[in-house]
């Protein structure tokens, strides 16, 4: 019985199904149950949360949560499925302190809203972007630079024009 | 102690005032220089402003240290004995480019580093100098495409020379060293300013 299977045992009503994942086990979960789970992944004895991912399918968002074991040498993979229009789950931040970082990489690149995420700030752009640029729906046409302003904060702006040599 | 004796048949007389033409030109002590260069046999060389002040800057380029991607390590590459920069006399990387007359722009320059490579580069003296390392300093290369890239960083600031490569090899990187030595040896060395170009 691998790592997934496991988990639905249990918590039955927390897994809707188990598979895998190329080589690795993974569970889908109830979004609710997101952070009930995380927690049993903990005490099943996985310690290392390696990387949370965002996916946009253009009418779902997938979360997906890698997790290993040192000990044991195993993977485990947890996906939640999101709606398309309010993608937003329960940060696991509280349980994973690593998820803080991987969390905000993900709403910044991905705009998954982590609730309870102590600082959903981004984390790779500039506070002011305009948009999420992993989504499908990026608006890739209208170029954003980056200025420095007085004190070396990050400026957004579209025309660029203190940045930009003219020609 | 000997008294000193003074041979006065050996004092010159005060030197007579220049009269004709070719007196006076002989008092500029431009022929004199020449004539002295011509006796001294080559131990005088003669040049012009540019081609001496060219020669300081060629011969001791200082890069600024810095980069931003992978061809970064690619520079790392060519600052070691192997090809040896010692012999261009810029093996000194400064760590402030104060001190520094050449910036490579070595790597890819994203959205957000822009600004920064900018200031790097206004807070060089002049004369300065750039080099594009790499197809993503060139054009943005791989990441063209891209909504955080940079598409070439002579958006932001002039280029004198752009080697192409991903990355570049350390011989195409000298050959864009020695490409910019050409470089500044045919400029005026006003040229910066805007003089006798
Ligand atoms: S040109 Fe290639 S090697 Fe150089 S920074 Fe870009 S991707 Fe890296």
Redesign the interface.
């Known amino acids: 019985m691998n790592a997934a299977e496991e988990l639905k045992q249990a918590m039955p009503a927390a897994v809707v199904s188990t598979g895998m994942l190329i080589d690795k086990p993974l569970a889908i979960i109830k979004k609710e149950e997101i952070l009930k789970a995380a927690g049993k992944v903990k005490e099943m004895g996985f310690d290392n949360l390696s990387v949370i991912t965002g996916i946009d399918y253009r009418d779902r968002f997938e979360v997906i949560y890698n997790f290993f074991s040192y000990k044991k040498k195993e993977n485990l993979v947890l996906k939640v499925v999101l709606d398309h229009e309010a993608p937003s789950v329960d940060s696991v931040a509280s349980i994973w302190k690593v998820a803080d970082w991987l969390e905000r990489e993900t709403y910044d690149l991905v705009g998954i809203k982590f609730t309870g995420h102590p600082n959903l700030v981004r984390i790779l752009l500039p506070d002011g972007w305009n948009g999420h640029p992993l989504r499908k729906d990026y608006d890739m046409e209208t170029e954003q630079f980056v200025t420095m302003g007085e004190d070396g904060e990050d400026i957004v702006s579209t025309d660029g024009s203190n940045l930009l040599r003219r020609r | 102690m000997d008294s000193v004796t003074i041979d006065t048949t050996k004092i010159k007389p005060a030197k007579k005032k220049p009269e004709t033409a070719l007196e006076k030109l002989n008092d500029t002590g431009l022929i004199n220089t020449l004539l002295a260069a011509r006796e001294r046999e080559g131990m005088i060389l003669f040049s012009t402003v540019d081609q001496f002040i060219n020669w300081g800057r060629f011969s001791s380029l200082w890069p600024v240290t810095s980069g931003l991607a992978c061809c970064a390590i690619e520079m790392m590459a060519v600052t070691m004995a192997h090809h040896d920069l010692a012999r261009f006399g810029m093996e000194a990387f400064r760590a402030s480019p104060r001190q520094a007359d050449l910036m490579f722009v070595a790597g890819t320059v994203t959205?957000?580093m822009?600004?920064?490579v900018?200031?790097l580069y206004e807070m060089m003296a002049e004369p300065k100098w750039v080099i594009s390392i790499g197809s993503c300093a060139n054009t943005g290369g791989p990441y063209i495409?891209s909504?955080?890239v940079l598409k070439g960083v002579?958006?932001?600031?002039?280029v004198d020379v752009y080697v192409p490569g991903c990355p570049p090899r350390p011989e195409a990187w000298l050959y864009g060293i020695i490409q910019l030595r050409e470089k500044i040896k045919s400029q005026g060395y006003g040229a910066k300013w805007g003089l006798n170009k």
């Open positions: 959205k957000r822009a600004p920064r900018k200031q495409e909504y955080s002579d958006n932001i600031i002039p």
